[in-house]
């Protein structure tokens, strides 16, 4: 399954060369088998594009940019051992790596004084998420980085690789706006009635037989307050389940 993103499309849909489209909403996700996955669910627009980079590709290319640095990688992959993460860490703090590639894992907590250098590849993995907290998740996560670089005498320089460097959050981010990008995401969520203006609840009712599945999804609308809305009742899903 990859990520796809619309310039045009409030929100991020996973493609599913299985499954089909799924396009998530405030308080249902929809799985559209039929739709073509060349083409936006929002605008129509053919202009969609996967991305994304895995740590290990990092690797690689920095090992081939910079033959002589001394490069170490932290990830789910390399932190499987015990202690691995401690030794990791400590390995940096000491002097003895020039490059650490990571995941988030490396982001948040770290105070050494000689990193003076912060690179952020593909910064807007986190906007893909369908989610409509990613544009806060992406600003804490690019403050709190950027934060790693020049904590000592130093001063500290931070790259953004990114196909949306419009995209408020990174905006915010790169000023350290914390209370515009507060004012300007409180309105968006109080026009598309998200959280804290409203209250999500998700409902999964999960059944071999569809027909059973079919007949208790329908109990939360019967069982609505008459003065509320409850979202439409979506399709079975592939594996017979009822997303609510």
């Not at 599913?16 to 129509?44: E, K, Q, W």
């Not at 004084?113 to 369908?130: E, M, Q």
């Not at 209250?199 to 009712?205: F, M, S, T």
């Amino acid at each position: 399954m990859i990520a796809a993103l619309c310039r045009s499309a409030p929100i991020a849909v996973s493609l599913s060369r299985t499954i089909g489209v799924i396009v998530p909403s405030n308080a249902t996700t929809a799985i559209f088998p039929n739709l073509p996955h060349s083409v936006c669910f929002a605008c129509s627009s053919p202009a969609l594009y996967p991305f994304g980079l895995g740590t290990q590709q990092v690797e690689e290319v920095l090992r081939a940019l910079f033959p002589t640095a001394r490069l170490a990688r932290m990830d789910r992959d390399t932190t499987r051992a015990k202690a691995a993460h401690q030794r990791i860490l400590r390995t940096l703090g000491s002097g003895d790596i020039d490059i650490l590639v990571g995941t988030q894992m490396i982001a948040k907590g770290h105070d050494y004084p000689n990193i003076t250098l912060v690179g952020v590849v593909s910064a807007d993995a986190t906007l893909a998420i369908p989610d409509f907290r990613a544009p806060e998740r992406l600003f804490q996560l690019l403050t709190q980085v950027a934060g790693r670089a020049g904590r000592g005498q130093a001063h500290g320089h931070v790259f953004l690789q990114t196909y949306r460097p419009e995209h408020y959050s990174i905006a915010f981010a790169q000023h350290h706006d914390f209370t515009g990008f507060f004012h300007d995401e409180v309105q968006r969520r109080q026009a598309m009635l998200y959280p804290p203006y409203a209250r999500l609840a998700r409902l999964i009712v999960d059944s071999p037989d569809a027909v059973r599945a079919e007949a208790a999804s329908r109990w939360p609308r019967r069982s609505a307050p008459t003065s509320y809305a409850p979202p439409p009742t979506l399709p079975p899903s592939w594996d017979q389940r009822r997303l609510l």
